[in-house]
């Protein structure tokens, strides 16, 4: 029985285009009824494509999908209990407003005089009321987008898909449909499934919010959870700002990263364990102090109470503080938003309604539960299988490398390794010509004091690059690994 | 100086060889047969010419049955080229280019040598010249003028509209009859209209695939005009055609629903 609870059920649904790239990659997912579900990512991560999955526009290459606990995943969509908005609207320009609406009803040849009814209740859900007659072609763009809502609501569907609907709309406009899509949402009682890119309107809208990236879900979760918990630093660098760092996770509650211990909340990463810490920078609590402070100082309590008095709105208490300077401070309507660096090279996003101009020298502290821990999916190693060539080469990413001999005692022509690189060693050059290997820049990450990339090579790996040096999304670069960077192991 | 270049580059300056031009071969021959309709032979104001008409039975026939001939024509070519273009237009058609190309390459020939090849076909099959052989050589000549138009809407048109039908409930059948095929009329209307006019005053290709045995309207006002003393006659029935094509081109026009224009008119 446990089954009737959720309206719709993705099955571990994979799509593969005919090029064989995979658009959806084993997702799944479950929908209770009524439920406002978001479902968000950049574009391309196949969000769109779950959602035409769902309507029946296209047809999974596997998995299975449940409306109602029954399987429709080879269903055409005239045959489905759902309905679309479409990002265009998609209104039939040859027809009126009353006619857009009225379409699903005339096609189930429901009486003229309901149909008229069951209409301008619809029109008057969607605030369309004395537009009946007009021509869609001359409505606002806004307008339209009311228009397509009560043409699909109109049919009483068990579940309203929408597909981007305000991603057309100006910026006003938008935030005025998203109040009126959540009030008709308590209103009609029925199951959402909205797709958007924009994440202040995912958090804004919904109970829960899919987050998905590259065919894959990240995470699942309430909005609080997936701004507050991000699970992977995927999530944590697509919904609002944060600052990402490397750190190490010493004990239960107890974290190390920029050089200094912190008290936290997170349990289970065991002991000594590499991290990546997330703090958001709005959680940051900042104060002036006097210029000497910043150098050498470090540890609980160095800031003296003389400092911390001047600024009420800090936190008293054994909080872990460190020290940096102003680098640079941009008014941002609510709040100001300032880059503040440590002595030590990192580099933190912070903001705060109060203003310190570049140069200032402050203290920075956190509180515990306002550190977000996450495990590392990777850490220091890119690992590859390889093979050990005749010519004293060794055979990793589709490419000959030059390794050091000592690297290759004891092991023969032909023989399968294991090759790990440091994500340091690798050099990036501007001229893809320069590289052993080329690929792309797929992935950008900054680490406070040093960018993480991920490049995508021409063949279709990725691997992992640790760099100070400023690179674009999208940038080709040539990969270059030199030979005493290769380290050669065995399979175990 | 600046006067000059000020005239040179004015575009009333460069309009003025095209209004030379359509005043010459448009306007003043619409006028001639105007005032040749209006006149005996040696110049006189007289109605007799088209009191002639009303009463010449063989030519209301002949006109009567080249209108037929071209209802007939347009028909079969809008039944043969709304499918082809509706299939060209497919998202999954992989060749619509190669497809198109094939359509398109006997124009590249002058219509007079393919109708004389298309006798030729005829006599090598044993097939007889005639009506049909007319119908044929006719479709052969402007089903690529319906598919091109058909096929510039049905191409332009989003797909979305189709999947909002089907979403709405619409099954392949009625999201084609209650979306697609409104939204190409524009793209109908103007095959239609240039299949139909050509037609209806076609006559060389008449004479050809039916050995001069089957006279149209295009013949005989042809035969007329070719004949010194019958000019004037000619010259109305050149003006009662011409008038029917205009209201033709009317029912074309008056398509403000359908939005986007075919294309080609």
């Known amino acids: ?492 | 100086m600046n006067k000059l270049l000020q005239i040179v580059s004015s575009r009333r300056t460069w309009a003025w060889p095209y209004i030379l031009f359509m005043a010459m071969f448009v306007v003043l021959p619409l006028i001639l047969v105007g005032v040749y309709a209006f006149t005996d032979i040696e110049g006189h104001f007289t109605l007799r010419n088209f009191a002639k008409f009303f009463t010449h039975s063989e030519a209301i026939q002949t006109f009567l049955y080249s209108l037929m001939i071209a209802v007939f024509n347009t028909a079969i070519c809008l039944l043969i080229g709304y499918p082809a273009a509706y299939i060209m237009a497919q998202e999954d058609f992989r060749t619509p280019k190669v497809m198109a190309m094939l359509f398109i390459l006997p124009m590249w020939i002058n219509f007079l040598l393919r109708t004389v090849a298309t006798v030729e076909l005829f006599n090598m099959c044993g097939l007889p010249l005639g009506e049909g052989a007319l119908l044929f050589g006719l479709c052969y000549d402007y089903l690529p003028f319906m598919i091109y138009p058909i096929y510039n809407t049905l191409q332009k048109m989003d797909n979305s509209l189709v999947e909002a039908a089907q979403d709405l409930g619409a099954s392949k059948w009625q999201s084609f009859w209650k979306v697609i095929v409104p939204l190409s009329m524009p793209g109908v209307y103007s095959g239609i209209v240039m299949v139909f006019m050509p037609t209806v005053s076609t006559f060389a290709i008449a004479e050809l695939l039916t050995h001069n045995n089957i006279k149209l309207f295009g013949s005989l006002i042809q035969d007329y005009i070719t004949t010194t003393d019958l000019l004037n006659y000619g010259a109305v029935l050149s003006l009662v055609l011409l008038i029917i094509i205009g209201l033709t081109s009317f029912f074309g026009d008056d398509d403000s629903a359908g939005g986007e224009k075919g294309g080609l008119v």
């Not at chain 1, 981007?164 to 109040?179: F, G, T, V």
């Not at chain 1, 995470?219 to 919904?239: R, S």
């Open chain 1, 1 to 492: 029985m446990a089954k009737d609870q959720f309206i719709i059920e993705v099955n571990h649904v994979s799509k593969q285009f005919e090029d064989g790239k995979f658009a959806l990659n084993d997702v799944s997912l479950q929908v209770k009824k009524g439920e406002f579900v978001t479902i968000l990512g950049p574009s391309g991560c196949g969000k769109t494509t779950l959602l035409r999955c769902i309507a029946g526009f296209q047809v999974a290459s596997s998995g299975e999908i449940l409306l109602k606990g029954e399987d429709v995943t080879k269903t055409p969509p005239y045959k489905r209990p759902v309905n679309t908005v479409f990002q265009k609207y998609a209104l039939f320009p040859h027809l009126n407003v009353f006619n857009n609406v009225a379409f699903g009803l005339k096609l189930k040849k429901e009486d003229p005089e309901v149909i008229k009814k069951k209409v301008r209740r619809a029109l008057k859900m969607a605030n369309m009321t004395g537009y009946e007659e007009r021509k869609v072609d001359t409505l606002s763009g806004g307008q339209q987008q009311r228009v397509a809502i009560a043409r699909a609501i109109v049919n009483e569907p068990e579940v309203l898909l929408l597909d981007e609907p305000l991603s057309a709309l100006d910026l006003k406009m938008r935030h005025d449909m998203q109040i009126e899509l959540k009030e008709l949402h308590e209103k009609l009682g029925i199951t959402f499934i909205y797709v958007t890119h924009d994440q202040e309107e995912a958090l804004t809208l919904s109970d829960r919010v899919v987050v998905m990236n590259e065919g894959n879900i990240k995470q699942i979760g309430t909005p609080t959870d997936i701004y507050n918990e991000p699970q992977n630093c995927f999530v944590a660098d697509f919904i609002g700002e944060s600052n990402i760092l490397s750190g190490t996770m010493i004990r239960d509650k107890r974290v190390e990263f920029c050089g200094q211990e912190f008290d936290c909340i997170d349990t289970g990463f065991g002991e000594n364990n590499p991290v990546d810490v997330v703090i958001r920078p709005e959680d940051i609590y900042l104060w002036k102090v006097q210029g000497d402070k910043v150098q050498g100082d470090k540890g609980p309590d160095a800031a003296s109470q003389a400092d911390l008095d001047e600024e009420d709105r800090v936190p008293k208490g054994k909080f872990t503080k460190w020290y940096g300077e102003v680098q640079s401070c941009i008014f941002k309507g609510v709040h100001y938003e300032m880059r503040v660096l440590t002595a030590d090279g990192y580099e933190f996003l912070i903001q705060d309604y109060h203003e310190y101009l570049p140069g200032t020298q402050v203290g920075m502290l956190v509180r515990p539960e306002d550190i977000q821990i996450m495990k590392k999916e990777h850490y220091i190693y890119n690992y590859f299988e390889g093979e050990v060539l005749k010519n004293g080469k060794v055979w990793f990413l589709d490419a000959e490398w030059e390794v050091e001999e000592k690297q290759l005692e004891g092991f023969e022509a032909g023989d399968k390794v294991q090759v790990r690189v440091k994500f340091r060693d690798i050099d990036l050059q501007d001229y893809e010509e320069e590289g052993t290997l080329s690929g792309e820049v797929h992935f950008i990450l900054y680490k406070g004091n040093h960018y993480h990339l991920t490049i995508r090579t021409d063949e279709g790996h990725d691997l992992y690059v640790n760099t100070n040096d400023v690179w674009d999304d999208g940038d080709r670069v040539g990969i270059v690994i030199k030979p005493k960077a290769i380290k050669i192991d065995r399979y175990e």
